[in-house]
């Protein structure tokens, strides 16, 4: 409004005066209203954007996923679909055709002679005449026993080849199940009372006639890719402080030192504490605002879930600077199963049960023959005559 016309008004009297200011009051409620409605749609365009930028977030770190800072396998890290196999299928039976001349040895009926072989010594001069107890049993009342578990394709279904080992013994049985059944029949677990070392595996869970360790190796992989995916400066903090507590440990050990002093425990506990207290900060920040596509409504995200996980599950992590006897990660299982990865990937499927059965077996005494020193070739021949190896119980 031009001055001109203010002053018009203003000589128009005091009842001009009055019809302009209310009139203008009205204007301003009605852009005050207009303004509120664009604050909401903004606040909504805002939310979305954030719900989007974190769904964007989530989707990039599943694609960045490898075998490097995930649990996920090396053999996820290449081409997601394998070659096709161009031969195309006869039709025929797998294995001999009729009219193939077969050569198997058949087993007699009535054989002429039974001869039954029972080791009276082990090569090392000890007798064996009352020795009743198994690898089962000497794994049974071991101090730490790692554990651990790979899917094996056997009469063309997935059956599981679980592992028990410690730096002398390794044991192999393949199973139906992977969980608790399977713990049950194989009956290791049931009876320990030491430590179990696994990754975390919630089955391993259930027996709490032990004591149990986490796999710092696959938090340390998991840490790696929350703070590469999702920017989260404690997965870089936590997985620098457990690697401290790792290099002080051995600086001690080392020193002919066998524990951890209290103080020090006390000290690394704080900063563990304070690294996940930080950490929840930082996730509602960043990952606040993750909202499931199924139900729609909030979830945790990866971070959160590694957070909590650490946080219930602390003594367990920990267990390495509370107990020197416990190793900082499940690594030796690992080495022990991935002979049968091996295996696995250069001969394929079992055609049955039998064979897998006899396989596990088979690995079971070679790899503890090779926790022990002796020479592979000298032990299978050895077993073939009837004089197995049979390890010592260190108890």
């Not at 794994?139 to 599981?160: N, P, Q, S």
């Not at 290791?188 to 975390?200: E, N, R, S, W, Y």
């Not at 996730?283 to 909030?298: Q, V």
Request: proline share 4%; aromatic share 6%; glycine share 8%.
């Amino acid at each position: 409004m031009k001055d001109k016309e203010i002053i018009d008004i203003y000589n128009r009297g005091i009842d001009a005066v009055i019809t302009l200011v209310k009139g203008m009051d009205e204007k301003l409620i009605a852009l005050g209203r207009e303004l509120v409605t664009l604050n909401q749609e903004l606040l909504g365009f805002k939310q979305e954007n954030r719900q989007l930028s974190a769904r964007i977030t989530v989707l990039e770190s599943q694609v960045n996923k490898n075998s490097n800072n995930s649990s996920k396998p090396p053999s996820s890290d290449g081409l997601k679909k394998k070659p096709k196999n161009n031969r195309k299928k006869s039709g025929k039976p797998t294995g001999g055709q009729p009219g193939h001349e077969g050569k198997t040895l058949e087993r007699v009926k009535n054989p002429d002679e039974v001869i039954y072989i029972k080791p009276k010594h082990c090569e090392c001069g000890c007798t064996l005449d009352d020795i009743n107890g198994t690898t089962i049993d000497q794994l049974i009342g071991a101090g730490v026993v790692h554990f651990d578990e790979t899917g094996m394709r056997t009469g063309k279904k997935t059956k599981w080849i679980h592992s028990a080992s410690t730096d002398e013994l390794t044991h192999y049985t393949i199973h139906d199940k992977r969980g608790a059944a399977a713990s049950r029949d194989i009956g290791i677990l049931p009876k320990f009372q030491g430590t179990a070392v696994h990754d975390h595996w919630k089955p391993y869970y259930t027996y709490i006639d032990c004591t149990h360790a986490e796999c710092n190796a696959h938090h340390l992989r998991n840490l790696k890719g929350i703070y590469e995916n999702y920017g989260h400066e404690w997965a870089k903090e936590m997985s620098g402080l457990l690697v401290e507590i790792k290099g002080c440990v051995e600086t001690l050990v080392g020193q002919g030192i066998d524990s951890m002093p209290p103080d020090g425990i006390k000290t690394y506990m704080e900063r563990y504490n304070d690294i996940i207290a930080r950490g929840k900060e930082e996730n509602a920040l960043k990952n606040g605002n993750l909202i499931s596509k199924k139900t729609g409504r909030p979830r945790k995200g990866e971070a959160l879930n590694l957070l909590e996980k650490l946080e219930k599950y602390n003594l367990e992590t920990l267990a390495f600077m509370l107990d020197f006897d416990i190793p900082f990660d499940n690594n030796l299982a690992e080495r022990d199963i991935r002979m049968v990865k091996l295996r696995q990937k250069i001969s394929g499927c079992f055609r049955g049960d039998d064979g897998a059965k006899v396989f596990c077996r088979v690995r079971s005494y070679i790899s503890t023959c090779r926790k022990n020193g002796l020479k592979l070739l000298e032990s299978l021949a050895k077993a073939v005559k009837g004089e197995p190896f049979i390890p010592q119980s260190s108890l």
